[in-house]
């Protein structure tokens, strides 16, 4: 390498960590002089889910990132998704809440991995992140779908997954989700329905088939509990569903979470047969020979 491109590398290097240190002292004089998010916690996010009958829409690192003009792994960009996330964060529909992490006051809670990404993630996005907030607005805990294994106290898992199961006891259950995903699928989280359908969709830029989604979850009746698995797409649909009456729940990744509790997992791993988009290896699924599985399926949009 000669020395003038030697030169224009380091100056890029500087210019990159000065933006970086710049950002990082901005977000955190943003924590010290701005009022901090509402957020409940966990406990009381997971009691409105299961004893209110209203729908939730999710946000976590990734519908921010995709409000601020990033694309994910599974989810590119879009405009319109940015613009229909960032309406519904400040909604205040009827029968309907939202919900963001609830690691802005105390991430101590958190194994260490966690609470470093969070506590650099937030280094990096606290400002964004504010402003795209309803500041005045009661938010719920975006993170009680994931109740296992990012908890360093990993004692009330048990109990919480247990506590969440009643949301769909005895109830005829719509899940919508990934066409890899298979939620429930080699273990028992949802024994307890009373009957499952499946509407299976792309697991990779589910967004792009939007309306047809949503149409063909409104063919359904609005009796029957909509579990919605989807990523950024969930946030929307269950925003939507519960405009047109549906109860909708973005469910999230509360099977993976189950089968790492299951499997006693102390870092993030793939399972089997399952997409898990958060681990390299977890992506390669495989298809399944299942005749429940199969059976459940009434439609497949790809």
Not at 192 to 197: A, E, G, L, R
Not at 243 to 271: P, Q, R
């Amino acid at each position: 390498m000669n020395f003038y491109r030697r030169m224009y590398v380091l100056g890029s290097k500087i210019k990159i960590r000065s933006i970086e240190l710049i950002t990082t002292l901005l977000n955190r004089m943003v924590f010290l002089f701005s009022s901090q998010p509402f957020v409940k916690s966990t406990d009381e996010s997971l009691n409105l889910i299961v004893q209110n009958k209203c729908s939730i829409s999710r946000y976590g690192d990734g519908e921010f990132n995709l409000m601020n003009g990033k694309s994910l792994r599974f989810q590119p960009y879009s405009k319109e998704l940015s613009l229909r996330l960032r309406e519904i964060i400040k909604s205040n529909q009827e029968n309907h809440e939202v919900f963001i992490p609830n690691i802005f006051n105390n991430v101590d809670w958190c194994t260490d991995r966690s609470r470093s990404y969070w506590k650099s993630y937030l280094n990096l996005n606290l400002y964004k992140i504010y402003k795209l907030l309803q500041r005045d607005k009661i938010y719920y805990d975006s993170l009680v779908t994931r109740l296992y294994i990012d908890y360093k106290d990993k004692s009330q898992a048990e109990f919480r997954f247990k506590t969440f199961k009643k949301l769909w006891d005895k109830k005829d259950v719509i899940i919508v989700e990934g066409d890899q995903s298979r939620l429930g699928i080699g273990n028992n989280l949802f024994d307890n329905t009373k009957s499952i359908k499946r509407i299976l969709c792309p697991a990779i830029n589910a967004f792009v088939k939007y309306d047809q989604i949503l149409e063909e979850v409104k063919k359904h009746d609005k009796s029957k509990l909509i579990l919605i698995a989807l990523g950024p797409t969930a946030t929307v649909l269950a925003y939507d569903l519960a405009n047109f009456g549906y109860h909708a729940v973005d469910i999230g990744h509360i099977d993976i979470e189950y089968e790492w509790f299951l499997n006693k997992a102390v870092e993030k791993e793939a399972i089997k047969n399952k997409y898990v988009g958060e681990v390299l290896e977890g992506t390669d699924v495989h298809r399944i020979n299942d005749i429940k599985y199969d059976e459940e399926i009434i439609t497949r949009i790809s």
